[in-house]
């Protein structure tokens, strides 16, 4: 069975602790490759090569650090088919999402901030004819990425890329769950003439190897994507550090359904938002809340839309939920079905494993599930499921709807469904969320900020935002 191997100093590696951990593959619940079991001597190897690195790359001129990356892009695009097969069977996610969403929007990441950094302007001052100020906008030095198992290679491009485009270089640690992609990837860097160090991908589980990046001295900022327990984990060693930290965490977002909706494009829309990728994207509306009137309605042809969607083998055409990432995040999920009744909910469909017939009947299948009976303030619509598992409750006024949406701890995403252009704006302006969408979903303009508010996550990825995370500004002031 393959190995796979650290990308360091240029190099594709063995860990130094020359041991390795099982990699899964989540439909057949069968271990069919191996990792690196790094260390923090691994990091400190790749530290040292991205500190070797930084003096070249940050002062290679932006056409042609902007040219290598653009090259990247084109290999990934090359390598579609090929990098969409790893990310289904390291991740567990129809190969048709793979092909249609993750690997292309990993190469729309990387061509997005590769010409982004070609047009980064900064700003200067006149103070009334007595001085000029102008700011500056360095590269910080060598970061640090760490990211989820949930869209493998879109979220570790989405981090990396900002960062090599604005100058640093980076120590990159992908989830134990799904390394393949990150392997796969630096592969394609070595092809595409990448500088030696400039970027450096550490394989390994996140209590070492992520424990070890965050705390590193030479490491000057955290870029991080996961849950809030870890996002906790990692600010607290950061912040003594005055480090500068990007902590993109969970979510339990609304989406908010009024009377008035144009009913088949929410109802098609609200499937996607809920289930797509298993509902294992931060940005999925797992909290549905319907306006009394058409509560009904809406509740009986999602529950008959939802019981249509094939759950099965993720290489199959016709498989619109794969399986879940890991036995254990199986039985997480099935503990919330199970907390759901606990707390007094009626499982209208769903509500369990699956086993899919054939190669993958051992795999980590759960039906899509709809609950409903249940109160905003209990714990199924309060916390993070992270799987195909979604609550419908009626709200009575527009205030009962903005109130139920803001209940929770997280502030990531919110959807709004209205066809009244001046209750869309009212509503979207009193959610407490990063993001909103009005009449669609997964939507985004990559020069947009994103990110969440409350324990959601703290700053912003994404467009400029990111760029200016990876630099540092310097004010200087001129007397004339
Ligand atoms: O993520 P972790 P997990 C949510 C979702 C999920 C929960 C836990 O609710 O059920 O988080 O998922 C690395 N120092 N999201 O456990 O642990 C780890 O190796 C440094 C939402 O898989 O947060 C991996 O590379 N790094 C999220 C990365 O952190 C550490 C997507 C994420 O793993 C570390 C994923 C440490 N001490 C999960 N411990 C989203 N917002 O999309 C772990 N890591």
Redesign the pocket.
């Known amino acids: 069975m393959k190995k796979i191997s650290n990308y360091i100093n240029g190099q594709l590696v063995s860990p130094q602790s020359g041991s390795y951990l099982d990699n899964y593959n989540p439909a057949e619940g069968k271990v069919y490759s191996y990792l690196p079991d790094s260390d923090s001597l691994d990091v400190a190897e790749a530290t040292k090569a991205a500190q070797a690195a930084f003096g070249a790359w940050s002062s290679t001129p932006l056409a042609n650090r902007a040219a290598v990356l653009l090259k990247i892009a084109d290999l990934i695009g090359r390598d579609l088919d090929k990098l969409a097969l790893a990310e289904s069977i390291d991740q567990g996610k129809p190969l048709k999402l793979a092909k249609s969403m993750d690997i292309p929007r990993a190469s729309a990441n990387i061509r997005f901030f590769a010409t982004a950094a070609m047009h980064v302007s900064s700003e200067s001052h006149l103070m009334d004819e007595v001085a000029i100020n102008y700011t500056t906008r360095t590269p910080i030095g060598v970061v640090g990425c ?6 493998p290679l879109y ?1 570790f491009t989405w981090k990396i890329a900002p960062a090599l485009a604005a100058g640093c270089t980076v120590v990159a ?5 799904t390394p393949m992609t990150a392997f796969l990837f630096s592969e394609l860097c070595i092809e595409a003439g990448l500088p030696a160090g400039v970027l450096n991908i550490v394989q390994g ?3 070492k ?3 070890a ?2 705390e590193h001295p030479t490491i000057s900022a955290i870029s ?8 906790k ?2 600010a607290a ?1 950061a912040a003594p550090m005055f480090k500068k930290l990007s902590l ?4 339990k977002n609304p989406n908010i359904i009024f009377a008035d909706c144009d009913f088949e494009e929410a109802i098609s829309t609200s499937i996607q938002s809920s289930f797509s990728n298993q509902g ?3 940005l999925c509306g797992s909290r549905i809340l319907v306006e009394r009137g058409l509560y009904e309605k809406f509740l009986t042809e999602f529950v008959k839309r939802t019981n249509e969607l094939v759950v099965g083998d993720p290489l199959e055409e016709k498989s619109r939920l794969g399986a879940l ?1 890991s036995e254990a ?1 199986m039985q ?1 999920v099935l503990s919330y079905i199970e907390l759901a009744k606990q707390e007094g909910g009626k499982i209208e469909c769903g509500g369990s494993r699956v086993v899919v017939v054939g190669r993958c009947e051992a795999g980590y299948f759960v039906a899509p599930t709809v609950i409903t009976g249940l109160n905003q303030s209990c714990r199924t619509n309060q916390e ?3 799987g195909p598992v979604v609550t419908i409750m009626p709200f009575d006024t527009e205030e009962e709807a903005i109130e139920f949406s803001n209940a929770t701890a997280y502030g ?1 995403s919110a959807t709004i469904w209205t066809t009244n252009l001046k209750r869309s704006h009212r509503v979207a302006h009193k959610l407490k969320s990063g993001i909103v969408w009005v009449n669609c979903w997964l939507l985004r303009d990559l020069r947009t900020p994103f990110g969440g508010m409350k324990q959601s ?1 703290v700053g912003r990825e994404g467009g400029w935002e990111a760029m200016k995370f990876f630099t540092e500004a310097k004010n200087v002031c001129v007397k004339i």
Not at 146 to 151: A, F, H, Q, T
Not at 224 to 231: A, I, K, M, S, Y
């Open positions: 760490i990211s989820p198992w949930n869209l979220l640690k992908p989830s134990e769950l589980v996140g209590a190897v992520g424990q990046i965050v991080f994507t996961g849950g809030t327990v870890t996002g984990k990692i060693t993109e965490l969970g979510g294992e994207i931060c990432v995040h997480k993070e499921i992270f990531l996550g």
